[in-house]
């Protein structure tokens, strides 16, 4: 990408007429229809992205999105103030088809701990203004992070209305933990909302379409135009209950990593991630941590793409089920896994070279132990989660205390419901100390596990200090040195696109003392 000068951009703008007549679109749509987002603020930059879709949910092959096959440039500004007068950097960057013209800035040399806009010209039409900021400086002694994490927004099953209140509360950072999209048709319940396209996503074409309807939502638009992300994946981004390439319909192996390449290129194409992250065919590397000053260090994990082949994998179905030691003693397994190897590594080293006084962990499935019945009765164990790797689950928590992680807090998606519960080396002895916090975020809209079925279950485990799972909504922590205060964040009715939020329970956690507090 190459800078211009303001009066080069000036030019540039002034010829909007004559770029507007050659763009490849139909003349008069907005070319922003799916808004700009941030993500990934580093003290000095941040990833700024926007996608050019006058026609979002065109799906015909010679136009998708309303674009033809050719490439567009795009002009891009980034400003200290939001009347965009005073601007810190600017340039063009080419959106190509082969990029479902998705573009991906990626700023560095700017102020740590400061705000920042930005937008973007094509075709003489202008997006929106989005508002970012980057990160604390190194070390810097930050007296607090506010963020919200959420999980499971399908787009059937209602309105973003959480989306909506997180934008109001103007956190620092959102973090998104999986199952942003979801691929599959809803046939359980009937739809509040229809997936426009009728087809399961199951192909580059399909995938992208799913991420621009999305996209064309305006509560997750105005939430990614105001804050930066961070975000990691669970399965509905590629296949319900998937496993690196073990899918749940049986699929060939080969043959679902093409899938999962498709799936993974939308992703990254309609995410503020950086090219670092963009996929190598099947393989993309999305783990990392983003330091907050010596406040805290953020781990976004990939608990999805490394992981173990689904113990007892096989007929009649791929996906999660419930074992125990009788029905299929793999689950004991010591060598299965949920990081893969190198992602382990790589978290024990991290984790010992940090000084942060939080550590916090965003990744997509519970870690407490969750013992449930079978379909004959009997104790056992979710195969999807934690629980059904019991020994990578052991590493991760052994790992917390042996690298020393300060104040280790996970944050959790997945199960559609909010939960509280204490990390513990044993969770079967009820006075085992805790090591360590999960935060499990309910649903932005996914409809939430039986209440009184879970309910009961949650009774029976000491560990587990709070469960909910009859509101949709998010988490919002408010990390300051001496306490990180949790607010389960729930809204009044999924199928209101007006709904309100409340805050249904507070949690806290004191630094030295690990383990969640009612408060
Ligand atoms: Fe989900
Ligand atoms: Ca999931």
Partial sequence: MTLVTRRGFLAT?????????????????????????????????????????PNPLDLDP????????????????????????????????????????????????????????????????????????????????????????????????????????????????????????YEFLEKRWAPVRLHSDGVEATDLRTYRNRYAQYRTDPDLQALHAS?????????????????????????????????????????????????????????????????????????????????????????????????????????????????????EQWLGETMRASRARWSLFGQGTLMAELVQPDRSGASGYWTDAWSGHPAARDRFIAQLTEARAANPIVMTGDIHSFWTNALKRDFRDASAPAVGTEFVGTSITSPGVPYDEFAALARAMPHVRYFESRYRGYVSLDIAPALTRASYRAISDVRDPQASVSTVARFVVEDGKPGPVEA
């Fill in 227 to 343: 804050v930066p992300c961070l975000a990691t994946w669970d399965d509905h981004e590629v296949q319900n209950d998937y496993a690196d390439r073990w899918s749940q319909d049986l699929a060939d192996p080969e043959a679902f990593l093409r899938r999962r390449a498709a799936a993974y290129r939308a992703y990254w194409e309609h995410m503020p991630l950086r090219n670092a992250a963009r996929p190598n065919g099947p393989d993309a590397t999305i783990y990392g941590f983003t330091d907050w000053g010596a406040l805290a260090r953020i781990w976004m994990l990939d608990q999805r793409q490394y992981r173990s082949r689904p113990p007892c994998y096989g007929r009649p179905r791929g996906g999660g089920q419930v074992v125990n030691a009788t029905t299929c003693p793999e689950y004991l397994d010591p060598a299965s896994t949920m990081l893969g190897a190198a992602q």
């Fill in 13 to 53: 703008a002034a010829s909007a007429a004559i770029v507007a007549a050659c763009a490849p679109y139909a003349r008069g749509r907005d070319p922003f229809a799916l808004g700009v987002a941030s993500g990934d603020p580093a003290p000095n930059g941040f990833v700024i992205w926007t996608r050019l879709a």
């Fill in 62 to 181: 010679a136009t998708p999105g309303g674009m033809e096959a050719r490439a567009v440039e795009l002009t891009w500004q980034v400003a200290e103030d939001e009347a965009m007068t005073r601007i810190a950097r600017q340039g063009v960057v080419v959106a190509r088809p082969e990029r479902a013209h998705a573009v991906h800035v990626e700023l560095e040399g700017l102020a740590p701990d400061r705000r920042y806009f930005y937008r973007f010209f094509a075709g003489g039409a202008a997006s929106p203004i989005g508002r970012t900021r980057t990160a604390p400086a190194p070390g810097a002694a930050v007296e607090q992070l506010r963020l919200s994490f959420a999980s499971c927004s399908d787009w059937q099953q209602g309105y973003f209305s959480a989306y909506r209140h997180m934008a109001a509360e103007a956190p620092d950072l959102v973090v998104f933990l999986g199952d942003y999209i």
